[in-house]
């Protein structure tokens, strides 16, 4: 099982390799990266980097990097870890796609990302991730595997292979930044490959076979999840009933809504709806540079509280836990595929006694969907799906300690999608809309929260005069979250909004034969439990940066409360010369 290449199909059939502007410096590697947080990690402290990985992804479909993972001895007592980062840095030149990657330890999948487009100048990248809540997996031996699916085929021009070096860097404990807390055990949903990537390509769902400790008290489920292939741009897809009011090749069918589940012994226990990431591919690759969309270099995650089931998986027996996307028509199908993996974090009684109890509560009703279709003038029509979902699942536990913990675990989701195809489907235009909550508490103290607000809109136009033709587009999307992931974490909120637009036109007759632009304006802010503090505004036009403002306490040389534990007082505290790869939602597709 591997990642494949993001799907790289256009309208009408036809893919294409556009060429960018001129006014690109190609002596220069363009710096990439994406609208983020700085670490909040202690700064004080003594650390070490210890390099995972330095590898050349030329022709690497089914070829991962693989190494034998050993905790650091040099980095204080293993496992007593304030914090743990890792840096991706990756370079590139030539032609390329987009690529999906993974890095995956001891068969947990711990970060998700994407490569970026290069430039026959190069183009280079850094991405910082905060590791923490993985310290279980780095204080043991392990398989590490970077997976990323690359082709070199100098024919079809693509050239461009991806220099990829990964560090961990692990930040010693101390009196006022003592070790993090964390889980006592993470148990991975994936295939469990040793040698390839550990995801699960669905359809159809993806199993995994489990045997929790008999005295396991907490479980929460972290999910990855994303749209390949046919599901990329799954907010563009129609219902099938709709199909034939527009063109062929249009787009594709089942539907825009996409559910991702957990399932326990086939009960479903909590699901997620995904944030639509746009790759750096999407539709006019100049767009995003130099900055990319929110979450390609690195993918939400979501869970779910699986601690209701908790008296039915500590029974010592083999269980089965399920991964699995559906859609909202009437048989579920989807498109191939979503790429979905996950874990599970465990925490354990001070006994070794059994934990007991159950299920009280479970309601998890199908959900509640209505399709519209509407004419708005000759061959153009617009077409609404609208979804809502809920789960209420209360649970009793009594642990070998004997204490007593009543857990309620409640879900509400709300999609609306709303597309519009004009004039035979030369315009078309989405504008969707993600928003619910997620709550779990455990005697009345919340341990998870997920208040969730995810805004799209695009819209996308074939031009044409008698000097060219191509197409236009414009996009707003918001990344908006107040997100207590388990109560081994931090609460975040994090406010994303970016506005992007560009151009793409081949003109056949003259010797600058294809031009791309791009501009895109970004607001970011974020806050935590801990009193950190950020805030980004940036503007890019054509891959020149005309506006960076940054604030917050993150961007201090020195801030007391970075890294600090979390606590219940704390967290109420928070509040172009060469080639572009271009991908466009149609029917027709050429995977590499």
């Known amino acids: 099982m591997v990642f494949h290449s993001l799907t790289h199909s256009v309208t009408f059939g036809i893919t294409y390799l556009l060429t960018a502007s001129l006014a690109q410096n ?25 390099e995972l990985v330095h590898h050349l992804f030329a022709n690497s479909y089914y070829q991962p990097a693989i190494t034998v993972y050993t905790p650091p001895t040099s980095c204080g007592p293993i496992g007593s870890w304030s914090a743990i980062s890792l840096n991706w840095t990756a370079t590139s030149n030539g032609t390329q796609y987009d690529r999906l990657a993974g890095v995956t330890l001891s068969n947990v999948e711990i970060w998700r990302t994407s490569t970026s487009e290069p430039t026959p100048g190069g183009i280079v990248w850094t991405v910082l991730k905060d590791v923490t809540k993985y310290i279980p997996l780095f204080a043991e031996p392990g398989t590490l595997i970077v997976d990323l699916n690359n082709v070199i085929d ?21 009196w006022l930044h003592p070790k993090a807390p964390r889980a006592d055990l993470i148990f991975p949903l994936s295939t469990l490959s040793g040698d390839q990537s550990n995801v699960f390509a669905v359809p159809p769902a993806g199993n995994t076979t489990v045997v929790l400790p008999r005295n396991a008290v907490t479980a929460i489920v972290e999910i990855q999840a994303t749209g390949n292939g046919q599901e990329e741009f799954w907010y563009f897809n129609v219902p099938d009933e709709y199909l034939p009011y527009i063109p062929p090749e249009t787009t594709y069918g089942k539907g825009s809504f996409r559910e991702v589940r957990v399932l326990v012994d086939g009960l479903v226990a909590g699901v997620a709806f995904p944030y639509p990431v746009l790759f750096t591919g999407a539709f006019v690759p100049t767009v995003w540079r130099p900055i990319v969309a929110y979450g390609a270099y690195d993918a939400p995650t979501y869970n779910v509280d699986l601690t209701p089931f908790i008296p039915l998986l500590t029974d010592g027996s083999p269980h089965t836990v399920t991964l699995d996307a559906i ?46 279709i509407t004419p ?68 009345l103290l919340p341990v998870l929260l997920d208040n969730v607000d995810f805004p799209l809109s695009i819209d996308f136009e074939y031009v044409a005069d ?27 909120t994090i406010r994303s909004s970016q506005h992007a637009n560009g151009t793409y036109i081949r003109y056949p007759n003259n010797g600058f034969n294809r031009t791309a632009n791009g501009t895109t304006f970004n607001e970011f802010h974020y806050v935590d439990g801990k009193l950190n503090s950020y805030s980004r505004l940036v503007d890019v036009t054509n891959n020149t940066v005309t506006k960076d403002r940054q604030g917050g306490t993150l961007t201090w040389d020195f801030w007391p409360f970075v890294g ?12 172009l010369i060469g080639f572009e790869a271009v991908r466009l939602p149609n029917r027709n597709e050429d995977k590499h």
């Open 154 to 174: 100098p024919k079809s021009g693509l050239t461009g292979e991806y220099d990829v070096r990964l560090t961990a860097t692990f930040h010693q404990s101390d």
């Open 26 to 50: 190609i002596s220069t590697p363009l710096v990439n990266f994406q609208v983020n947080q700085p670490l909040a990690v202690p700064k004080s402290v003594p650390k070490c980097e210890v």
């Open 376 to 443: 708005i003038g000759q061959d153009s029509y617009n077409m609404t799906v609208d979804v809502s979902q809920s789960v209420f699942i209360e649970a009793t536990i009594v642990t070998g300690s004997g204490a007593r913990k009543h857990i309620t675990w409640k879900q509400n989701f709300h999609f609306s999608n709303v597309q519009s195809y004009t004039n035979n489907a030369s315009a078309s235009f989405v504008t969707q809309r993600i928003n619910g909550n997620s709550i779990s508490t455990h005697n």
């Open 327 to 372: 859609s909202d028509e009437p048989d579920h199908a989807l498109n191939p595929n979503w790429y979905l993996s996950g874990n599970i974090k465990v925490s354990l009684d001070e006994s070794n006694k059994p934990t007991a109890g159950n299920i009280t509560r479970y309601e998890v009703p199908s959900f509640r969907a209505q399709h519209t």
């Open 466 to 492: 008698e000097t060219g033709s191509g197409w236009v587009a414009t996009f707003d999307q918001q990344y908006n979250r107040n997100y207590l992931p388990s109560p081994w974490e931090v609460s975040t």
């Open 564 to 575: 600090r534990p979390w606590s219940p007082l704390a967290d109420l505290l928070d509040g």
